[in-house]
């Protein structure tokens, strides 16, 4: 048995050890009953016991999935300008760079490998499937960022032997862009939905709660 065996296991002994631990108080908190304090009072205790435990888990997605998410959309926001590098700028808003291909290619690799995952997954395959979630969500968001930025950039779309789709204008071309960019925003949600599942909801309006509203306000 190498090391890492030992080290999981024993992390997973102590994982199961704090979850019981934490189970108990919960039940202890959720029935809990006294004649010191009025019932408004054991009330207020017995519900704030029911949340507290999806308020840590929320805590500890954000404090590994938001780094992820932010890391994973600043490297890929500037992906689709990566056919300057490849091709010259002589073909800058090549149509395969500027389109979904890389976020339906995210999408088909993420559904392969994750989509479908044992009923007792174990702790380390569940992190690695929400991180690697996340990372690819957060890309395909930020590809849609992108293209749709390139719709207020007039340029034509670059397609090979052809040139442009529709020659002197470029509404065809912000079609294109449009509409890729709403299908990279499709293909985002529904890795977002994937990689967290049951938390997708609740990690919404936590990120709105703590994050998008209060930037909000500061500025106002």
Known sequence: MSANDDFYRN?????????????????EGTNIRGMFFNEEFYE??????????????????????????????????SFPDFDISMLGIGNHRFFLFHSAAAAWALKTLYEANFETFPKEESFANRVIRKIF???????????????TIDVFQPK??????????VDGTLVD????????????????????ALALGDDYQRVKGFVKDHFIEPF???NK
Do not use: M
Not at 55 to 74: C, E, H, K, M, Q
Not at 156 to 165: D, R
Not at 173 to 189: E, T
């Open 173 to 192: 071309d912000n079609i294109w862009l449009f509409g890729n960019a709403i299908y990279c925003f499709k293909v985002a949600d529904h890795l977002y």
């Open 216 to 218: 909000l306000v500061v």
């Open 133 to 147: 979630g996340v990372a690819a969500a957060s890309s395909a968001f930020a590809i849609g960022c992108h293209l």
């Open 44 to 77: 207020k205790i017995r519900n704030e016991t029911r949340n507290w435990q999806d308020i840590t888990r929320d805590y500890a997605n954000a404090a590994v999935l938001i780094p992820v998410g932010s890391w994973a959309f600043s490297e890929a926001l």
């Open 11 to 27: 992390f997973e002994k102590k994982r199961k050890y704090r979850k019981e631990y934490v189970e108990s108080l919960r039940k």
């Open 156 to 165: 034509s779309v670059v397609f090979p032997g052809i040139g442009t789709l």
